[in-house]
């Protein structure tokens, strides 16, 4: 089993800045990719941002030069800094893991999701 936990959306004003937070817990060997995916209603879930076991990174167009991802590999910890966000970027926002354990091939999972509302 392992478990992802989220923390830090909320409600921002446009301009404003939030921190994402997701924990990993559980039977991990290892831990490869991270990263954020997000979902507006009535859209397709759309990656943000992707953060490798070497510390290369990827984001989609709408976010770079504005978010940030990085990762805390003794914590298990992936974090995504949101800076100048705009209405548009409110979602329900998602992180995964790319892992490894002694037991099952490799595998990916999802955290539950948290909120990101940003009011004009």
């Known amino acids: 089993q392992v478990q992802l936990v989220e923390s830090g959306g909320g409600l921002v004003q446009a301009g404003g800045s939030l921190r994402l937070s997701c924990a990993a817990s559980?039977?991990?060997?290892?831990?490869?990719?991270m990263g954020w995916y997000r979902q507006a209603p009535g859209k397709q879930r759309e990656l943000v941002a992707g953060?490798?076991?070497?510390?290369?990174?990827n984001y989609a167009d709408s976010v770079k030069d504005r978010f940030t991802i990085s990762r805390d590999n003794a914590k298990n910890t992936v974090y995504l800094q949101m800076n100048s966000l705009k209405p548009e970027d409110t979602a329900v926002y998602y992180c995964y893991i790319d892992f490894t354990n002694w037991v099952t091939a490799p595998s990916r999972s999802w955290g539950q999701g948290t909120q990101v509302t940003v009011s004009s």
């Open positions: 953060i490798t076991s070497g510390g290369g990174t």
């Open positions: 559980g039977s991990i060997f290892r831990i490869n990719a």
